[in-house]
Nanobody, 128 residues
Framework: QVQLVESGGGLVQAGGSLRLSCAASGFTLRNYAIAWFRQAPGKEREGVACISSADGYTSYADSVKSRFTISRDNAKNTVYLQMDGLKPEDTAVYYC?????????????????????WGQGTQVTVSS
């Protein structure tokens, strides 16, 4: 049974940093791309970052490029999202998700329609 559990969210001031973790179980993480999404109240879910399985290729939404970094530790079955230079508009619930095994991250970032396993989310709040 595929399970993804996010952690690391919280309240931070603008300009601060947080590191989110996505712990995977029930499948071999190294065989899957993993992505982070976020959803703010009243807004659609947005793809934030994606990391492919085979070569570790990464892609990001334009809104977070140069501020966020996605990485993976296959030995720990965990994917991370390092968020620096946080802004109030980054406030949202952040989710990690897994697609089918052959998925490769597109240049423009992940699309939620391609992902079928989701975590429960972790809240990130950035105060101004």
């Amino acid at each position: 049974q595929v399970q993804l559990v996010e952690s690391g969210g919280g309240l931070v001031q603008a300009g601060g940093s947080l590191r989110l973790s996505c712990a995977a179980s029930g499948f071999t993480l190294r065989n899957y791309a993993i992505a982070w999404f976020r959803q703010a109240p009243g807004k659609e879910r947005e793809g934030v970052a994606c990391i492919s399985s085979a070569d570790g290729y990464t892609s990001y939404a334009d809104s977070v490029k140069s501020r966020f970094t996605i990485s993976r530790d296959n030995a720990k079955n965990t994917v991370y999202l390092q968020m620096d230079g946080l802004k109030p508009e980054d406030t949202a619930v952040y989710y990690c998700a897994a697609p089918d095994p052959m998925y490769y991250c597109p240049d423009y970032g992940p699309l939620s329609m391609d992902f079928n396993s989701w975590g429960q989310g972790t809240q990130v709040t950035v105060s101004s």
